[in-house]
């Protein structure tokens, strides 16, 4: 399995960036994908996922209704927008797969990781 993010950047306060995973190696039918954040000295820290069949999404605690996770399944191409970015959300996002809710896993016990993107929200 490989999964490759893309669509980080330096965005001011109040943007938007939509990120984008491209999964390969798999059909994924049985599937979690989602998306995981981490700053410098923190373990990652779960923000989204969906279930590659059903369609079904979950969010983070911390998560607001800013963040929607989404796929295309004839692209195998996962996708997070978000909008009116804030600093606060600075961090590099990693997209993450599993046949487990990744809800309940932690950053030791995912499947699958992607190499990471970085998003930076300036003030």
């Known amino acids: 399995v490989q999964l490759v993010e893309s669509g980080g950047g330096l965005v001011q306060a109040g943007g938007s960036l939509r990120l984008s995973c491209a999964a390969s190696?798999?059909?994924?039918?049985?599937?979690?994908l989602g998306w995981f954040r981490q700053v410098p000295g923190k373990e990652r820290e779960f923000v989204a996922a969906?279930?590659?069949?059903?369609?079904?999404?979950f969010y983070g605690h911390s998560v607001k209704e800013r963040f929607t996770v989404s796929r295309d399944k004839s692209k195998n191409t996962m996708y997070l927008q978000i909008n009116n970015l804030q600093p606060e959300d600075t961090a590099v996002y990693y997209c993450?797969?599993?046949?487990?809710?990744?809800?309940?896993?932690?950053?030791?016990?995912?499947?699958?990781w992607g190499q990471g993107t970085q998003v930076t929200v300036s003030s």
């Open positions: 993450a797969a599993d046949t487990r809710d990744l809800r309940l896993t932690t950053q030791s016990t995912v499947d699958y």
């Open positions: 190696g798999s059909t994924f039918v049985r599937y979690f």
């Open positions: 969906i279930s590659w069949s059903g369609g079904n999404t």
